[in-house]
């Protein structure tokens, strides 16, 4: 019932134009680019649409290619195997923007410079898309999102080439993903926790367009070279629709406990209790079996990301070098007492490799979080602590 109450929904929207297919002489298409804003994962990145706006027919929709659905059964596992499908839902303008000037957003509006024709082949192309059986697309974060789809659709629809100018400073897609991510630390780590070494390479400008700012940026300084020899600006005129005020104070896991701070106190930490229980003639092997357990759990997240899912640019990941689920083994050595020759091995093996990791830190073809850092040479710590000791006592 519920779908059927949508699709109703959607052809009563869609109605007064569909069944003409044509937008009159005042009709306008535009792009809608939404500022980041720092409410959520999904809106440090902005936000990008189509407004179809035509006064003949009292007609102001919004083409939106970022809907998805939470409550999809498996939605946390469907992302995770890169399996997220989004769509294509047409709203109210009216009702578009207020959401993002709540929000805190502002939203500017990029008139496109389009005659008649082409605003009826891009118009057309949207209803098509917006058909039921077409508006589910694979999502796909750096290749086919949001924002991407714009420039795709507005080079098909016109009659001509349309060329970009003054391409900005090369960056790598991780580079610009920090630009977004800059304030919210733990984001950022978790992102580069996740992100392998092909996001670390120099991208193109139009492979920049994955991000909104990007989209609003290179489009608001195209062109269109026609067949007849002739060039004209894309964007006709640029509005910007301003945001009600937001002073929302930045998190205090943000500000104060970063993941850098974070990790050097467990540092800090893990060294005093080494040395009391020296003293004390222990070797805390609880310490062990807990970091290496999340060590383990954490590798076993990763493998999953990085051989099982179809998330682009995951793999190779330097990352497994230190998180793996092997830990997991060595925590079973670890708590049995009759393995201590084994538990050795496994500590020497991980202890040589961790420092052979941060030695090469500056030459991996990988940009790894500087977070990174004191976790790896935590367990370093640990692993050469329990080598030290087993020599000692031999």
């Known amino acids: 019932m519920k779908k059927i109450l949508v699709l109703c929904l959607l052809w009563t929207v869609l109605f007064p134009l569909k069944a003409q297919w044509q937008l009159s002489e005042e009709a306008k298409i535009s792009i809608l680019t939404s500022a980041p804003h720092d409410e959520a994962v999904f809106t440090v990145f902005g936000h990008a649409a189509f407004r179809v706006y035509d006064p003949a027919f009292d007609y102001d929709m919004v083409f939106n290619y970022g809907i998805f659905d939470f409550s999809k059964p498996n939605f946390i596992l469907r992302f995770a195997l890169g399996h997220t499908d989004y769509i294509l839902g047409v709203n109210r303008y009216i009702s578009y923007i207020a959401e993002y000037q709540m929000r805190g957003s502002d939203v500017t ?11 009826n082949a891009l118009y057309t192309a949207l209803m098509l898309n917006a058909q039921p059986k077409n508006r589910v697309y694979r999502y796909n974060f750096f290749y086919d999102n949001c924002a991407t789809r714009l420039p795709a659709m507005i080079e098909r629809s016109i009659e001509g080439e349309l060329i970009y100018h003054n391409p900005p400073h090369p960056k790598t897609f991780r580079e610009l ?33 994955f991000l909104p700012e990007y989209v609003k940026q290179e489009l608001g300084e195209a062109t269109v070279y ?9 964007i006709a005129e640029t509005n910007v629709i301003k945001a009600i005020e937001d002073d929302e104070a930045p998190a205090i896991w943000d500000t104060v406990f970063t993941p850098v701070v974070c990790g050097w106190l467990l540092f800090l930490i893990v060294i005093a209790l080494s040395f009391c229980g020296l003293k004390k003639g222990k070797t805390f092997r609880g310490i062990d079996i807990l970091l290496f357990s999340i060590a383990g759990i954490a590798g076993c997240v990763l493998f999953f990301l990085c051989f099982i899912s179809e998330h682009p640019a995951i793999w190779p990941n330097w990352s497994v070098v230190w998180l793996h689920p092997f830990h997991l083994i060595g925590v079973v050595l670890f708590a049995l007492k009759k393995a201590k020759k084994a538990a050795y091995c496994y500590h020497f093996i991980n202890f040589a490799t961790l420092l052979l990791l941060l030695a090469g830190w500056f030459i991996i073809p990988q940009q ?26 031999k």
């Open 368 to 393: 790894m979080n500087a977070a990174f850092i004191p976790l790896i040479a935590t367990l370093a710590f640990r692993s050469g602590w329990h080598v030290y000791c087993y020599k000692k006592n």
């Open 177 to 209: 993903v920090h630009d977004c991510t800059d304030a919210h630390r733990w984001l950022t780590f978790g992102i580069d926790l996740a992100l392998g070494s092909a996001t670390d390479r120099p991208i193109t400008p139009a492979e920049m367009m």
């Open 109 to 119: 509006e990029q008139v496109l410079n389009l005659n008649a024709t082409d605003k």
């Open 226 to 234: 026609t067949s007849e020899g002739e060039e004209y600006p894309l």
